[in-house]
């Protein structure tokens, strides 16, 4: 894609990821809406990149059809509209025992936003004959994150979403990539850039964010950030008996090693 003069929105784009992905966007050219519940931090980012900022919780499809709607009104057709926003929970005991609340939020940030999201945009994408929409989800969406079930299972359905969106409107010339990494330091597990030095499966959010550019340029719709994700899949799909096996070793390690099976820092133990 030629990032130049295009209309891009990103949920979540006030910190981490999202935020490297607007800094990255506009230094190619484009146009950027950031788009988040914290409006300060997404106004101080807008006007660094001289993009614009909205606030938007993206809980809400009203929010959603109003930012879409507000950005087209102020910069034009939206060409790439990035569902980032995300959030980690945890759970407090057993697989089930976050809230049913926690679990609602859960569905509602990583999949009803990314629904709410397409359905906004389709009907003139399609019109258009392009659009492209990259929904994050995460390396949890396609194996597991021991320690947050809500997470695992959210983020799995983001990328089942985001499969129909490809499988349905590939032949309406709309792309879709989905984002899977694993471990980025970020505001969500509570790392930043200098944590990630020396440690390969902590990546920067702005080495996400390249990333994602990458992809979007192969036209790619599975984005591993971090590849031996794609590795771990193979593993799983072959044998997931075996797979959930080390993976139980794995919490066992968790647990020796980091005190409880805290998702911080985990990358230290893959
Ligand atoms: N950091 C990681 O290790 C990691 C790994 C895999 C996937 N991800 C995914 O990447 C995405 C970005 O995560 P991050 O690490 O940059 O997190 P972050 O906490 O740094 O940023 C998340 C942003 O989303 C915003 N947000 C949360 N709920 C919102 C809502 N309802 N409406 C609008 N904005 C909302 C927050 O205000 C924040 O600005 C998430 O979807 C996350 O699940 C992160």
Redesign the pocket.
């Known amino acids: 894609m030629d990032f130049q003069d295009k209309v891009v929105v990103v949920?979540?784009g006030?910190?981490?990821?999202?935020a490297a992905m607007v800094r990255k966007f506009s230094g190619l050219g484009a146009r950027v809406c950031v788009?988040?519940?914290?409006m300060d931090?997404a106004q101080g980012l807008a006007d660094q990149v001289g993009g614009m900022a909205m606030r938007?919780?993206?809980?809400s499809e009203s929010d959603i059809v109003a930012l879409c709607d507000g950005v087209t009104a102020t910069m034009g057709p939206i060409d790439l509209f990035v569902s980032?926003?995300?959030?980690?929970r945890g759970q407090p005991g057993h697989a089930a025992s976050a809230s049913n609340e926690t679990w609602m939020l859960n569905w509602n940030?990583?999949v009803m936003a990314h629904v709410y999201a397409a359905r906004a945009l389709l009907p003139q994408m399609i019109e258009r004959g392009s659009g492209y929409f990259v929904n994050?989800a995460?390396?949890?969406g396609l194996l597991n994150q021991i320690g947050d079930a809500a997470y695992s299972a959210t983020?799995h359905a983001a990328v089942s979403f985001a499969e129909s969106l490809a499988i349905s409107h590939g032949n309406d010339g709309i792309g879709v990539s989905v984002l899977c990494?694993?471990?980025?330091a970020?505001?969500?597990?509570d790392l930043a850039d200098d944590d990630a030095a020396g440690h390969p499966s902590l990546m920067t959010?702005d080495d996400v964010a390249q990333a994602t550019v990458d992809g979007i340029n192969n036209k790619q719709f599975r984005i591993l950030s971090h590849p031996v994700v794609g590795e771990y899949v193979k593993v799983r799909a072959n044998d997931p008996d075996a797979w959930l096996e080390g993976m139980r070793r794995l919490k066992i390690k968790a647990e020796r090693e980091l005190g409880q099976a805290g998702i911080k820092d985990f990358y230290k133990l893959v």
């Open positions: 949920t979540g006030a910190s981490g990821i999202g788009a988040d519940l914290n931090a938007c919780d993206v809980t980032n926003a995300g959030l980690g940030v990583h994050v995460s390396a949890a983020k990494p694993q471990y980025v970020t505001p969500l597990i959010a």
